[in-house]
């Protein structure tokens, strides 16, 4: 299974692909798919004031049999000191030290693509498929919604599949853009969990996120998520996910839900 990923935003994508959700990939057909809903997260990020995250997006891929191209554009709400930067999204805000102010806006939209089944074995029941994304510095730089600069993240995503159950082990790397006020270094992020399914249409289950601080003095972002998703009919999907941080560099808590229109 997605950053908030996840994703652009916290597992999206990842958590609905452990879900089945997606379209059929012996469909030679392309498929659009629509994807919203709402993030709230509130941590200290090693500051002295909590800062709170409302994030809120709009997303669109188009699956073909192989491929999947996923757009996402995002709207970004942030209760923080002046002076805060929202490196990306389910990222480490780099705390400031003003005022508490409300900065609101477009975030960072971001363009990915992912070829299913680069490896895939059926005896075995393990599939591999791999994901290149692009996160543009849509943000306004001015209002410490974004760095203003693009990132790069490749990531590989490995599924090994029981009769109800799905494991999964994902590792990536981003590549970092500088600012003109932040040295942000280049990381690591890695992934593991699974998905339980109760029926057709009811799934449940965990995922543990790390990814390395792009701060050179940060602590590593260490969360785990968990989240409950049901299929309401042909066309249409919900979930709802929780997750909590145990690092400085991670968010105190966090909840959201996501809809998906097939």
Sequence with gaps: MNSRTQSAFKLLGVVLALANVTVAKGDEHASLIWTTGMEYSSGEYGGSDVIEDLY??????????????????????????????ITEPGGEPVAGSGE????????????GVTVYD??????LGVALDVTGKIKFGTADEDKGLGTGEQDYTVRA?????????????????????DTA?????????????????????ARFGLMYDYRESALSDGDAISELSAFASRRLNDSLQIQFYTFTGFTDSSADWGAGFLVQIL
Excluded at 100 to 111: K, N
Excluded at 118 to 123: P, R
Excluded at 181 to 201: M, P, R, T
């Design 100 to 111: 508490m102010s409300t900065e609101s806006g477009l975030g960072d939209v971001i363009a």
């Design 157 to 177: 995503d490995l599924f090994k599949f029981y009769e109800k159950f799905t494991l999964l082990g994902s590792a990536g790397y981003k590549i970092r853009g």
């Design 56 to 85: 809120v997006p709009i997303s669109a891929s188009m699956d073909y049999q192989r491929f999947s191209f996923e757009l996402t554009v995002p709207y970004l709400s942030v209760r923080a000191p002046s002076g805060s930067t």
């Design 118 to 123: 680069v490896l895939y074995s059926d005896d």
């Design 181 to 201: 006020n932040l040295d942000l270094e280049d990381v690591f992020i890695g992934s593991v969990g699974g998905v339980y399914a109760l029926n057709e249409k």
